[in-house]
């Protein structure tokens, strides 16, 4: 059974968040104050961890950070805040999805199970494969799903490295934001492609020098994304 948490302070909610996904086989645990919530999502094995922005101690944001320190599982981010910064700053720091309330128990059930599917292909098509890719002191064990910059490790979110790998498998190859969107979060997938735009910025934050002056993930204006050979 797949496990599921949800940070989330108004409980009437949560409980109505767990319901729906209970019905559909999931396991919920529920954690209602933000010290509470990142201390379940660092000690405890969950398929995805449903977030909530405005929260007691420590907000979503600080709550998704530290949690893409140390864990590559799915989140996916609510707030009754309809702003795009705030849906930047969330999928900037990691996050896998932004749903904005009210929304229908039925439609994050969808999102829910999407994430979770998604996820589980990819890591099973990387666990039997030891192909490393090294290139300009980049190197990218797609095995492990580790990458390091000239020796040291840098730490990148399950959908950074998905961008990076399907990039530096391809070299010279060009890709549109609609194809990245469509190979990394599925064809059947919820958003809009201006999160590939988020998440390629904080990739070259990681890995490249000058993120201004990139030398691995060239943009091609008018058409997408290469990664140089």
Same mark, same amino acid.
């Given at each position: 059974?797949?496990?599921?948490?949800?940070?989330?302070?108004?409980?009437? /909610?949560?409980?109505?968040?767990?319901?729906?996904?209970?019905?559909?086989?999931?396991?919920?645990? /529920?954690?209602?104050?933000?010290?509470?919530?990142?201390?379940?999502?660092?000690?405890?094995?969950?398929?995805?961890? /449903?977030?909530?922005?405005?929260?007691?101690?420590?907000?979503?944001?600080?709550?998704?950070?530290?949690?893409?320190?140390?864990?590559?599982?799915?989140?996916?981010?609510?707030?009754?805040?309809?702003?795009?910064?705030?849906?930047?700053?969330?999928?900037?720091?990691?996050?896998?999805?932004?749903?904005?309330?009210?929304?229908?128990?039925?439609?994050?059930?969808?999102?829910?199970?999407?994430?979770?599917?998604?996820?589980?292909?990819?890591?099973?098509?990387?666990?039997?494969?030891?192909?490393? /890719?090294?290139?300009?002191?980049?190197?990218? !064990?797609?095995?492990?799903?580790?990458?390091?910059?000239?020796?040291?490790?840098?730490?990148?979110?399950?959908?950074?490295?998905?961008?990076?790998?399907?990039?530096?498998?391809?070299?010279?190859?060009?890709?549109?934001?609609?194809?990245?969107?469509?190979?990394?979060?599925?064809?059947?997938?919820?958003? !809009?492609?201006?999160?590939?735009?988020?998440?390629?910025?904080?990739?070259?934050?990681?890995?490249?020098?000058?993120?201004?002056?990139?030398?691995?993930?060239?943009?091609?204006?008018?058409?997408?994304?290469?990664?140089?050979?």
């Amino acid at each position: 059974m797949k496990k599921v948490l949800i940070i989330e302070d108004e409980l009437s /909610i949560a409980e109505l968040e767990r319901d729906y996904l209970e019905i559909n086989d999931f396991s919920v645990d /529920i954690e209602v104050d933000g010290e509470m919530g990142l201390k379940a999502a660092l000690n405890n094995n969950y398929n995805l961890i /449903i977030l909530d922005v405005m929260l007691p101690k420590f907000d979503g944001f600080e709550i998704c950070r530290q949690i893409r320190n140390v864990k590559n599982v799915p989140i996916l981010m609510v707030s009754a805040k309809k702003e795009d910064i705030d849906k930047i700053r969330g999928l900037g720091l990691g996050a896998d999805d932004y749903v904005t309330k009210p929304f229908s128990p039925g439609e994050l059930v969808a999102r829910v199970k999407a994430h979770i599917s998604r996820y589980e292909r990819l890591i099973g098509e990387n666990k039997n494969k030891n192909e490393i /890719i090294g290139i300009r002191g980049l190197s990218i !064990d797609c095995a492990s799903r580790r990458v390091c910059v000239n020796g040291s490790e840098v730490i990148l979110t399950a959908k950074e490295f998905d961008i990076l790998k399907i990039l530096a498998i391809n070299p010279n190859k060009v890709f549109s934001k609609d194809n990245i969107f469509n190979k990394v979060w599925g064809v059947d997938s919820f958003g !809009d492609v201006g999160t590939v735009t988020v998440h390629i910025r904080k990739l070259r934050e990681k890995i490249e020098v000058d993120p201004s002056n990139p030398k691995y993930i060239e943009t091609i204006w008018g058409v997408g994304y290469r990664f140089e050979l």
